[in-house]
């Protein structure tokens, strides 16, 4: 009780409540916030640490920049979500921060699709020397679906090493409750992450991380795919068990 009440205290304020809305359209750092709000460093920065603080945002690092998103689990995680939905988007001050938003997200998009354009030789390349994708992807279907109805129920958390563009977490968003992608380059993130906002996967976060120090706990994910990323590996063998693994 104490804790749902935490989370409606700290909600119950203009400028959380718009921070909450921006943040469950997107993964955005405070720089890129104080932008849309038009508010100092020091207010969105308290604002942000109390909306944490009630389980109602999620914050993580990547690199020397902080990003802040809708709670995804949590006890307020839920909380958090339904606030957002009773919010009319066609208010005025939230419209205006969502169009606001829009020109920071194209920014982004533009950026990161100038570095997948500087590099898409490399990915062609990479690409063309593994099985088709369609048939890699139809495999993988396949062995998630007879996992499912072997299990009677939905995999809950998806993890997705080295996950590039963000295909994988496409390919399996509406097949999970949660899905994540770890990633060691920022570039390719800030691509991925565009990605999937862009086609509003709501369930799906990237992180950075690498392969060999992941930030979670042994056993926390139900799925894991490590797809295209073994030849980058200084040691493949560390990820290969049996072929029935996979």
């Known amino acids: 009780m104490e804790y749902l009440l935490q989370g409606l205290r700290a909600a119950g304020e203009e400028t959380r409540m718009r921070l909450l809305v921006l943040c469950a359209h997107a993964e955005l750092t405070v720089s890129e916030l104080i932008q849309i709000l038009g508010q100092s460093q020091p207010r969105v920065s308290r604002h942000l640490k109390l909306l944490c603080e009630a389980g109602l945002l999620d914050r993580f690092q990547e690199g020397s920049w902080v990003y802040y998103r809708l709670a995804s689990k949590g006890d307020n995680a839920l909380l958090a979500r339904y606030l957002v939905d009773l919010t009319e988007e066609n208010d005025a001050v939230i419209s205006r921060d969502l169009e606001r938003l829009d020109s920071v997200r ?41 996992h ?20 994988m977490l496409e390919l399996f968003c509406n097949q999970v409750e949660h899905a994540t992608g770890v990633d060691n380059s920022r570039e390719m993130l800030s691509y991925a992450r565009a990605s999937i906002e862009e086609k509003g996967l709501r369930k799906c976060q990237v992180r950075l991380a690498d392969m060999y120090t992941l930030p979670f706990a042994n056993q926390s994910y139900d799925l894991i795919v490590v797809h295209q990323v073994l030849h980058y590996s200084d040691r493949p063998r560390s990820y290969w068990k049996r072929p029935s693994d996979f």
């Open 148 to 167: 499912t109805r072997k299990n009677g129920s939905a995999i809950a958390d998806f993890l997705d090493i080295g996950t590039g563009t963000g295909r």
């Open 106 to 146: 194209q920014a982004r998009n533009d950026a990161a699709l100038e570095y997948f354009k500087q590099n898409a030789s490399r990915w062609n390349e990479i690409r063309s020397l593994h099985v088709d994708d369609a048939i890699v992807e139809k495999v993988l279907r396949r062995r998630v679906q007879e």
